[in-house]
């Protein structure tokens, strides 16, 4: 092992614009949660090891997470952040319908921007506000698995719900694809 770690993943955080991606990730690095919504122009970057099981044994995965920004207007910018990416978290609130909409669009501009597909898990965002939920877990599950994405979770970047976890199974399956 060298360095701390075994590999070294680059993954994208990808949906649109106001879903949680950013809040998700600051919650991965720093296991806090900010109120304060503030746009990515371009592109976020944070690395983080994770520790995972490969072949009945413990791995390290230094994870280099990209934050993209979901905004129509960073198009013509984000498709040149994808290059080297292994994996990717595809985000959407279940408050904002409009998010779940536009997952298909997200994995077009993935495999479009890569040439093929890379190891995929669905967030569904922001499940700690119940009361203004739109989207419902089975809508997630069967999109997932319509898609043939590599998981679901719903998550809260507010309590901490999943965030780990997302970030541990992206890691095993960003390792199992060469």
Known sequence: ????FDYMRKVV???????????????FLTQKFSEQYIVTIGS??????VKVEQNEKDVM??????????QERF????????????????????????TY???????QETENALGERIPIVLLANK????????????????FSKEQNLEGYLETSALTGQNVEEAFRILATKSIQKK
Do not use: C, H
Not at 13 to 27: E, F
């Open 75 to 98: 198009d013509f910018i984000r498709t040149s952040y994808y290059r080297g990416s292994k994996g990717a978290l595809l985000v959407f609130d279940v408050t904002r319908k409009s």
């Open 101 to 107: 909409l536009e997952l298909p669009k997200w994995i």
């Open 1 to 4: 092992m060298s360095e701390g």
């Open 44 to 49: 976020q970057f944070a690395v983080k090891t």
């Open 13 to 27: 955080m990808i949906g649109a614009g106001g879903s949680g991606k950013t809040a998700l990730v600051n919650r």
């Open 127 to 142: 499940v700690d506000l119940i009361d203004d939920r739109v989207i419902s877990t089975e809508m997630g599950e069967t």
């Open 61 to 70: 995965v230094k994870l280099l997470v990209w934050d993209l920004a979901g």
